[in-house]
């Protein structure tokens, strides 16, 4: 069966840096575009980040161009996102979710999340 599961969370102070990752296992994964989203206290879900399956294209959200990197590496099934000049708005819950094929970002898998908090 398809899982995702994300490591990385944790806490950090505002202008630093941390490194998610999430391990997919299930089904063949250079064959699906993969994402990141995030939920915020008491706000929606945001699409974060998008990647290819074969990692030659990105896209991400305004709120987060420039300062975050989507990566993937299609040997090992994990997909990373490197956060920098992080800012207390970026404090949410980051999934790592399965691209449903032909739809452009719509998801059908997701992981259980991890939590950033960016806070001094």
């Known amino acids: 069966q398809v899982q995702l599961v994300e490591s990385g969370g944790g806490l950090a102070q505002p202008g630093g840096s941390l490194r998610l990752s999430c391990a997919a296992s299930g089904f063949t994964f250079s064959n699906y575009n993969m994402i990141w989203a995030r939920q915020a206290p008491g706000k929606g879900l945001e699409w974060v980040s998008g990647?290819?399956?074969?990692?030659?294209?990105?896209y991400y959200a305004d709120s987060v161009k420039s300062r975050f990197t989507f990566s993937r590496d299609n040997d090992k099934n994990t997909v990373s996102l490197q956060m920098n000049s992080l800012k207390p708005e970026d404090t949410a819950l980051y999934y790592c979710?399965?691209?449903?094929?032909?739809?452009?970002?719509?998801?059908?898998?997701w992981g259980q999340g991890t939590q950033v908090t960016v806070s001094s």
């Open positions: 979710v399965r691209g449903v094929p032909h739809t452009g970002w719509a998801g059908d898998y």
């Open positions: 990647i290819w399956g074969d990692a030659t294209t990105t």
